[in-house]
């Protein structure tokens, strides 16, 4: 069965440190991967995809990919209180149903 | 503006009633799907219509039916809502083989039923 696990926290960190989301899958024919933010009563919206081994930096985000240890991570540098939300992780199998697998989420909160 | 709409926002109703869920999306997508979020905030697809055609039908009781006119169009009809069935329900869609743009949701359906 795929799986994706992450903890669902709640993750609290002082605003202006950096967040370290986890994530890990089971199934070793996931090759994309996805992190969501969702705020309390929104919907999720994308923030980052991932297909390679390594690091992929965006803004104030990285995403980081290590496909031997199957897990991936998400960074926040200097978080700010407005990052707190629900972070959901995702992985697809591409080429397959091009239905991605969904973690629980991990909350995060960034306290002033 | 440019977006996944769904209808209504907030659903209150009793148990053995049967209610629909409307959306609609003017991105140009050609695939559209159904997740069930529950309390936990577990994302579960229900179902996925590429082109008005169902690929995925999840594990889902019959009492769900989706309804696909045309390709901007997925509806979700429910007969005989029970208690379990109260979660949030968002519809999305994606570009299929545009992998890395990911979903687009709608703003959810909050289903409550007493």
């Known amino acids: 069965q795929k799986e994706v696990e992450q903890n669902s926290g709640p993750l609290s960190v002082p605003e202006g440190a950096i967040a370290s989301l986890n994530c890990t899958y089971s199934?070793?024919?996931?090759?994309?991967f996805f992190w969501y933010r969702q705020y309390s009563g929104k919907s999720p919206e994308l923030i980052m995809f991932i297909y390679s081994n390594g690091d992929k930096e965006d803004g104030r985000f990285t995403a980081q990919l290590n496909k031997a240890s199957q897990y991936v991570s998400l960074l926040i540098r200097d978080s700010q209180p407005s990052d707190s939300a629900t972070y959901l992780c995702a992985a697809l199998i591409t080429g397959g149903s091009y239905i991605p697998t969904f973690g629980r989420g991990t909350s995060l909160i960034v306290h002033p | 503006d440019t977006a996944v709409s769904q209808t209504p926002k907030y659903l209150v109703t009793q148990m053995g009633n049967d209610k629909s869920i409307k959306c609609e999306q003017n991105?140009?997508?050609?695939?559209m799907y159904w997740y069930k979020q529950d309390s936990k905030k577990f994302l579960k697809i229900m179902f996925s219509?590429?082109?008005?055609?169902?690929?995925i039908n999840e594990t889902v009781p019959n009492r769900f039916s989706p309804k696909s006119p045309d390709k901007a169009h997925l509806n979700l009809h429910i007969n005989s809502l029970e208690l379990g069935d109260s979660a949030v329900y968002f519809c999305?869609?994606?570009?299929?083989?545009?992998?890395?743009?990911?979903?687009?949701f709608g703003s959810g359906t909050r289903l409550t039923v007493v």
């Open positions: 199934d070793r024919g996931s090759q994309s």
């Open positions: 219509y590429n082109n008005k055609e169902l690929i």
């Open positions: 991105l140009g997508h050609d695939t």
């Open positions: 999305a869609s994606s570009r299929r083989g545009q992998v890395g743009y990911g979903y687009t």
